[in-house]
């Protein structure tokens, strides 16, 4: 009974069967792999994140006057590789900005919804009716289950807080 072996040409036989063998494991890892981040998001969006860089960007801008003191302030919805922010500036004359707070939304998907008959990710008013601009910063959780976030800010504090989700 012979049996049939594989060779690579300049390796002798059994170095040939150590790296076909070798070969064949690598390709079972790799396989294995991507079977289980396919079968769990979750692990393939952490595996991917090892891989990506670190990035910001500033998916949508709006402009109000936040604090009701006459002062128009700009607001960025902002997304990096991990998370969704909103940021809020205060102008600081010569066309300078300054970052007045970052509020990290709870959900990491960046959300539009329809507002005022258009399409929006990112909205300021007084939904309340108290005389008061709120920001509306629309997301999505893990399910894909859209949120509005909606933040106001609060004289008696001096910041920004949830008004509701």
Same mark, same amino acid.
């Given at each position: 009974?012979?049996?049939?072996?594989?060779?690579?040409?300049?390796?002798?036989?059994?170095?040939?069967?150590?790296?076909?063998?070798?070969?064949?494991?690598? =390709?079972?890892?790799?396989?294995?792999?991507? =079977?289980?981040?396919?079968?769990?998001?979750?692990?393939?969006?952490?595996?991917?994140?090892?891989?990506?860089?670190?990035?910001?960007?500033?998916?949508?801008?709006? $402009?109000? +006057?936040?604090?009701?003191?006459?002062?128009?302030?700009?607001?960025?919805?902002?997304?990096?590789? +991990?998370?969704?922010?909103?940021?809020?500036?205060?102008?600081?004359?010569?066309?300078?900005?300054?970052?007045?707070?970052?509020?990290? =939304?709870?959900?990491?998907?960046?959300?539009?919804?329809?507002?005022?008959?258009?399409?929006?990710?990112?909205?300021?008013?007084?939904?309340?009716?108290?005389?008061?601009?709120?920001?509306?910063?629309?997301?999505?959780? $893990?399910?894909?289950?859209? $949120?509005?976030?909606?933040?106001?800010?609060?004289?008696?504090?001096?910041?920004?807080?949830?008004?509701?989700?």
């Amino acid at each position: 009974m012979t049996q049939d072996t594989m060779t690579l040409p300049g390796l002798s036989p059994s170095l040939s069967s150590l790296a076909i063998n070798s070969g064949r494991l690598v =390709l079972f890892i790799l396989f294995a792999a991507m =079977l289980i981040t396919t079968l769990h998001p979750e692990l393939s969006a952490s595996l991917r994140g090892t891989v990506l860089y670190d990035f910001r960007v500033v998916v949508s801008t709006a $402009h109000g +006057d936040l604090l009701g003191e006459g002062i128009e302030m700009k607001v960025a919805k902002v997304r990096t590789r +991990d998370a969704l922010f909103v940021e809020i500036y205060e102008p600081r004359g010569e066309g300078d900005m300054r970052l007045l707070e970052r509020i990290e =939304l709870q959900d990491k998907r960046d959300g539009y919804f329809n507002f005022n008959g258009q399409p929006t990710n990112l909205a300021i008013d007084d939904i309340d009716g108290d005389g008061s601009l709120e920001i509306l910063a629309p997301s999505f959780d $893990h399910n894909l289950i859209g $949120h509005i976030n909606v933040y106001r800010y609060d004289k008696t504090v001096g910041a920004f807080q949830r008004a509701m989700r």
